[in-house]
């Protein structure tokens, strides 16, 4: 793949040029086709579509670097500066797939925060099955049990990336990881990092059909987060924002752990909590 | 305080039929003083005034039981239902300082989340003099470099609490922390957290002065962050969201770690990587 797209090399100027006068730009947030790019920014239309709408020039580009990962592209040509992505625009094209070219103010109604990067991407949202899914030694996995903050699953997301986690169990009604606000926090490791959408029931009778581990944790538990060895693979299961993990929860665990708290606060924020049991329980591993 | 809170005991119907008959209610979004207040959702009116607004029934009652926290406390009788904080407004209300019943409608126009709890309170900010500050032993601070999220601001917040750091340095243009953003992600910290403003420059200045060692963070680092003795007292140097610490910045340190990662992703949330931090150098303390 990577090939290909250098084959196609041609410079910026070039690409503008043939922009500006041979390919049409939208320039009204009226046009249907952006009116229908737009819904994509509420969740019913993406769980409708099975599609999502990534932002961002890093994200983009490393879409278009993964075969089959983008299935729309939107470009405002006035404002899309990169050499590299442009060279993977043209790419892109060479295989007929769609693809618009849109003045910078539309291009803002379908973005959340990098308009200014002049390129937007319509991919297929990805998730496993639960039941085929299998662990191998060294693979951590986090689960959020109806997690609601979308700024937070896509902070989790990231930081799973950054830890070598493959992917994220979502339980029972949960945020959406598609969602402009998680996409945006998660800073590309939507393209990286593996999903699950499960109910905590199936979760539970999934990981006892295969004997997985599942860490959970708890302001109550007697278990402090350092002094455990924790096992591979292993399911880290976090609880929601407001009510953490119930007592049948917690008793589903093979282990519960507690991060323990000085000050007048009795919880962390469910990202923060993520990450400190994630690098202690990976830290035994070989960086 | 306590004491003299729990003196006019009433029940919360007595204060509800009194709201009712005997003091105005605001209805009008348009009154003078409830345009007045909303102005404090803004940043310069803030700085301005040197005053804040918390909501949040948790964080307001935590800001009743702090004699001399509260400057104006604004209720909807008809929402507030707590019992706790009907004594508490009471009590206030008896040291003859300024307070309001407004409707639903109203307080939800001075409030982000938390307006059916009922409550809102105007704080006057506080702030420390770098110059007077002196740190002992066993006392943990995080020092952040231009944050620019305040809801990464108030995460950092939160997680000092919950580790028993005293507080933030907020150097050079940084988020503010009485950003209603902020003040909700930090739930209830800003309340018990310490809080400086400096320019870099005077902070390193300072720290020289009295020998006080700076931990920073950087990617390139050579040094493990689980991998050297945290001193105490210490403060933990965090750079932007964006940049991280620059090359000046890092030289500033007396120690500069790394946090590993393995995955695509090259940084973590400037929140998650505080308390990754955070979590392993008070961990040689006692809990």
Redesign the interface.
Known sequence: MAKQQHQHHTLTEQHTTLALFSDTIITSRNNPKIKQLRTLLKRPERERTGLALIEGLCQVI?ALQQPGRVCQLIVAPDVLKSQQAWELVEAYKQQGLPWLYVSADVLECLSLKYAQQGIVAVIPQRWESLKELRLSTGDYWVALEAIQDP?NLG?IL???????CRGLFLLDHAADPYDPVALR?S???I???RLVKASFQDFVDWKRLHHYPVIGTSDAAAV?Y?QVGYPSPAILLMGSERQGLSQEQQAACDLVVS???????D???V??AT??VL?EAI?EDT?
Chains 1, 2 share one sequence.
Do not use: F, K, W
């Open positions: 490393e700024g902070t990231r930081t799973c990336d950054a830890t070598g926090a800073r590309g490791a393209l990286s990092r402090h350092r991060i323990p708290m000085r000050g007048n606060s919880s962390l924020n990202a923060v990450a400190v690098y830290q960086y």
